[in-house]
């Protein structure tokens, strides 16, 4: 059993944990970034520091999915045909 979000990391939510921890925001995508999108060009490494972070903020365990998880819940989980 496990949780997903409802939505992405948004480039917000992402620029106030760099602006908190200081640390930088990635290269932005040819159109830069729009606070209500999703965050993009953020490494492994980059998305599990975040994961940390969320998790000593919030006291809950955020993680990212592993492979079979990210397949189960993009076909649908159990409505899935």
């Known amino acids: 059993s496990f949780h997903l979000a409802k939505t992405e990391i948004t480039v917000a939510q992402y620029r106030a944990y760099c602006e908190l921890t200081g640390k930088s925001l ?45 397949e189960y819940a993009a076909k649908g989980g159990p409505q899935s045909a």
């Open 26 to 70: 990635p290269a932005p995508p040819p159109g830069g970034f729009k606070d209500d999108i999703p965050i993009s060009n953020v490494t492994w490494v980059e998305a599990q520091a975040f994961c940390q972070w969320l998790s000593a903020q919030t006291g809950q365990t955020w993680r990212l999915p592993t492979e079979a998880e990210w």
